[in-house]
């Protein structure tokens, strides 16, 4: 049986990923000033932090249309697959899950499996991997869906942000939680629990928020091996230097992917926000790939782990 997986733009795997095993990208869209586009096509996370960074400005997203996955799904049969795994950011956060499930009804679901990966980027890009990569190994399509469900259900996102006004904004945080961001003049730590955005504690100062996400981080991963991936928009050097700080407190860390957040979560976090996803590391995931990777960022890695999407170098 031949499987093709599909995503969103918001998973934001590496090209390099992408095109090793053949994954198909839905984008959403991002409306800017006068004009919209496609994630990943038409806007750049760049365009969409200048636009924040303006007094006053304001990034708004929408989903694609269940056509835009019909015709993504109907390709992938044309091509040759007989099912189809569909993984998708959060639907807490996004009704792009609800467009892939339409577009599913549409074009027949005993062919197209939709799953909600209750996470986001990375969160849901592990996943996506994982069962792109069962496929690759010619699992089926339950064994296939069910690879990006237990990676899923086992990642964990821990990011902060210059302002929680984005994510208040948008929808993505109660305005309780952003508050207290503001008012307080603290940098709270967030992370993602079962799909929604919550405040996990809070700090005075951007250095320390990071510190507690490395914390957490060496708590999540313990002394096994694990995937790791550093987002960031418009403050590669943070992000470069939590990158370090990862690679020389986890133990055994097997894969890096360190990227700008696109466009559309980039909306959400504003410009100056840092993450890390990580993915405690399952054997039956890595059929077929790379030797891990050791020591600190660009040490011995995998010829797709580390992949920089981003600029470097603020401003």
Request: charged residues 20%; neutral net charge.
């Amino acid at each position: 049986m031949s499987v093709a997986v599909v995503t969103d733009s918001t998973a934001y795997l590496p090209a390099a990923l992408i095109g090793r095993y053949d994954v198909e990208v839905v984008p959403l869209y991002v409306v800017l000033a006068g004009r919209s586009g496609r994630e990943g096509a038409d806007v750049t996370p760049d365009e969409v932090a200048r636009a924040l960074g303006v007094r006053g400005g304001q990034v708004s997203t929408s989903r694609p249309t269940p056509g835009d996955f019909v015709a993504a799904y109907r390709r992938r049969l044309a091509a040759g697959a007989d099912r189809i795994v569909s993984v998708h950011l959060s639907g807490e956060l996004s009704s792009t899950v609800d467009a892939a499930r339409l577009a599913a009804a549409q074009v027949g679901e005993h062919l197209v499996t939709v799953l909600d990966s209750r996470s986001a980027a990375m969160g849901t890009g592990f996943a996506v991997l994982a069962a792109a990569r069962a496929a690759a190994s010619g699992e089926d399509a339950a064994l296939v869906a069910a690879a990006a469900r237990n990676t899923a259900a086992g990642a964990r996102v821990f990011f902060v942000v210059d302002t929680l006004d984005h994510l208040r904004r948008g929808g993505r945080i109660g305005s309780a939680a952003a508050l207290l961001g503001s008012a307080l003049a603290v940098k709270p730590v967030l992370h993602v629990v079962d799909g929604r955005v919550v405040a996990l504690e809070k700090v005075r100062t951007s250095s320390r928020a990071l510190n507690r996400i490395v914390q957490h981080a060496v708590d999540v991963a313990g002394s096994g091996p694990v995937g790791v991936a550093v987002h960031h928009l418009a403050a590669p050097d943070r992000a470069q230097r939590l990158a370090d700080a990862l690679t020389a407190r986890l133990p055994d860390v097997r894969e890096l992917h360190f990227s700008e957040i696109g466009a559309a979560v980039g909306a959400h976090v504003g410009p100056g926000a840092v993450g890390v996803v990580l993915d405690p590391f399952r054997p039956e995931a890595a059929v077929g790939d790379a030797p891990p990777v050791r020591g600190p960022a660009g040490d011995d890695r995998p010829d797709d782990a580390g992949q920089h999407t981003g600029q470097h170098g603020d401003g």
